[in-house]
């Protein structure tokens, strides 16, 4: 399959899992989008950034998807709380131990992309803002595309991953891109906002904290 990849200064030497920082989404590894506005936008406003386009063969690789059931995001944003700010996880033991072994047991994570947009959904819900409905629903509707996360060295191998292109963005497309950050972040408050009107009354609803009590 077609990935790809934005990088600030360029990938230096091999492709490894531990050249990204570990208070990710998913944690430390390799991340490609299966987008390229995504990366694109990330790397628009840096001088030495670098993009690439990257054919991925997943093989008998271990992977953890992420699917579209409440369950399934309801754990997708749960992992990423536990990746971004550990310290909430502190007494949860049984998720802790959940989502350590999504990083141990697991080659490579794929599950929805949640760029500053997506994340500003994310931390209201986080805050207590937006029930668990309403991240359902604003998930629906906030169509990003998928990323994946090379976890392992194996899932970093030639046989699996192969550079097809490296370039700096052109000028029309590094100013589309800063263009498009600017329109999603202003676009993304009024949307909350519609979220918070529609389920503000909502019944049989949960919120972040009573969800990570029960699981935790």
């Not at 033991?93 to 500053?116: F, M, P, Q, T, W």
């Not at 046989?159 to 972040?185: F, G, P, W």
């Amino acid at each position: 399959m077609r990935l790809y990849h934005g990088s600030k200064s360029g990938i230096k030497g091999e492709i490894r899992p531990d050249a990204g920082r570990g208070m990710c989404d998913f944690g430390a590894g390799f991340y490609m989008g299966d987008r390229p506005e995504q990366p694109m936008g990330l790397i628009a406003g840096w001088k030495n950034h670098r993009f690439y386009d990257i054919e991925f063969t997943e093989g008998s690789l271990k992977i953890r998807r992420f699917g579209n059931t409440y369950e399934e995001q309801l754990d997708w944003a749960l992992f990423i709380a536990y990746n971004r700010n550990p310290a909430e996880f502190v007494n949860k033991k049984r998720l802790c131990e959940r989502y350590e072994r999504y990083h141990s047991v697991y080659d490579v994570i794929v599950g929805l992309i949640a760029n500053d947009k997506m994340f500003q959904l994310l931390e209201r819900f986080y805050d207590g803002t937006l029930c668990d409905k309403a991240l359902i629903d604003g998930l629906s509707r906030v169509k990003l595309g998928y990323q994946y996360v090379l976890k392992t060295k194996e899932a970093c191998l030639a046989e699996h991953i192969r550079i097809i292109s490296d370039r700096q963005l052109t000028d029309k497309e590094r100013k589309m891109a800063l263009v498009q950050n600017d329109n999603k972040l202003n676009q993304m408050s009024g949307f909350i906002g519609e979220l918070q009107r529609r389920y503000r009354r909502a019944e049989n609803v949960r919120f972040f904290d009573e969800i990570m009590e029960e699981l935790g």
